[in-house]
Structures are given as structure tokens and as C-alpha cells.
């Protein structure tokens, strides 16, 4: 996956409480097992009409926020069903960043799984936050991993926590594949003693 280091850009707000994986991520969108194209498909029930047109009134549709790589969201964001598809989707439109009071813990876990930074920050620090993605486009947020701290638009700072291990991981883009394949000499090596050790188990795969 692709590295996270710093992400500076317009925040999309979403007031809402108890945001859950079926309105991120419609369960009719579920039947598949790619991570792209999902993109299309976010927030489907709040972002388009019935007749399949933009709702006006959804801010991801809003001028303000086209483009936007973070979301400000309430509490008990990602509540719901586990499905891994929501950061699948929210990362292929284009979200890389969610920053609430609080996450559901296995959309929380699967975020970092596929690179999408979520931050908890606590209700009065949220609220100032969305009090600034509410002043449009123009009022941008600097996301800096590295020193684990959101830059607001008048220059002050909010710190947050981040497990070391996942924030390793992100600054590296490491997804558990690649975690994997950091030992892929250890990995080699492992196969050649049992290729050579026990060669009856590999004939009979081959």
C-alpha cells in the first residue's frame, strides 16, 4: 500500500453520529473482492438521489469539498457490520484520513490494514475541527504522521496517539503482505531445509 507520511488538504465534515459500515459501503456492493471500484459507491445512499443524480445537500458533492482526503466525523464512526470493504471504499475514492471522538474497533483495526489513518481526538477537539471544516475548501488541514499532529488553519496544533507498530507500518506502507515479505529470505530459506529435508511432501504437491 502507499506510504502515509503528511496529507494536507480540505476536510470534508459529517456531524452525524453512529456512521456505520452499511451507509459507508451499501451491503449490494459487497459481492466483490477487488478494493477498486468501490470508489463509486460511497456513501450511495446519502450521495446520490433516487434517480441516481447528486445530492446537492451531501457534502462530498459540494464544490467546497471536491477533492477532499479527509473526513471530520462523529462519534462511533465505522459502527456495524466488519466488512472490510468500507475502508476499501473510502481509500479509492479518496479518503486516506477519518478523524472522530471515537471508531467502531474493527473498522478501526482494518483502516490501518489498508492505509487509511484513522485518529481519535477528544469531543472538544473534534468539535473544534469540524467548526474549521465547516468554513469550506479554503480551510485546510495538515495530517503530519511523523510528528502525530493536525495542523488547524490558524496555525495551532492538535496532537494525537497512534500505536507505534501501525504508524510504522503506514510511514512505510506496509500492509500485511509486506510485513510478510520483509522475511522473504528467512521464508526461502525455511523451504530449501524442508525441500531438502523432507522431499516427499513437495513431490507430491508438484
Not at 7 to 13: G, R, T
Request: glycine fraction near 8%; hydrophobic fraction near 40%; proline fraction near 5%.
Amino acid at each position: 500500500m502507499d506510504k502515509f507520511t503528511k496529507l494536507d488538504s480540505p476536510a470534508a465534515p459529517m456531524r452525524m453520529i453512529n456512521i456505520d459500515t452499511d451507509r459507508i459501503i451499501p451491503k449490494q456492493f459487497l459481492k466483490t473482492i477487488e478494493r477498486s471500484g468501490l470508489g463509486k459507491f460511497l456513501f450511495n445512499d446519502m450521495r446520490y438521489t433516487a434517480d441516481g443524480g447528486d445530492n446537492p445537500d451531501f457534502v462530498l458533492n459540494q464544490a467546497s469539498y471536491k477533492g477532499a482526503e479527509i473526513i471530520v466525523a462523529g462519534d462511533n464512526f465505522g459502527c456495524g457490520s466488519s466488512r472490510e470493504h468500507a475502508p476499501w471504499a473510502l481509500l479509492d475514492f479518496g479518503i486516506k484520513c477519518v478523524i472522530s471522538s471515537s471508531f467502531a474497533d474493527i473498522f478501526f483495526n482494518n483502516c490501518f490494514k489498508n492505509g487509511v489513518l484513522p485518529i481519535m481526538v477528544s469531543p472538544e477537539e473534534l468539535e473544534e475541527l469540524l467548526g474549521d471544516a465547516e468554513k469550506g475548501g479554503n480551510a485546510r488541514l495538515t495530517v503530519d504522521l511523523e510528528s502525530q499532529t493536525i495542523t488547524r488553519p490558524d496555525g495551532s496544533t492538535i496532537a494525537f496517539e497512534v500505536d507505534p507498530f501501525r504508524r510504522h507500518c503506514l510511514l512505510e506502507g506496509l500492509d500485511d503482505i509486506g510485513l510478510t515479505l520483509q522475511h522473504d529470505k528467512a521464508i526461502d530459506d525455511f523451504e530449501a531445509k524442508q525441500r531438502s529435508g523432507q522431499p516427499w511432501l513437495y513431490d507430491a504437491a508438484e
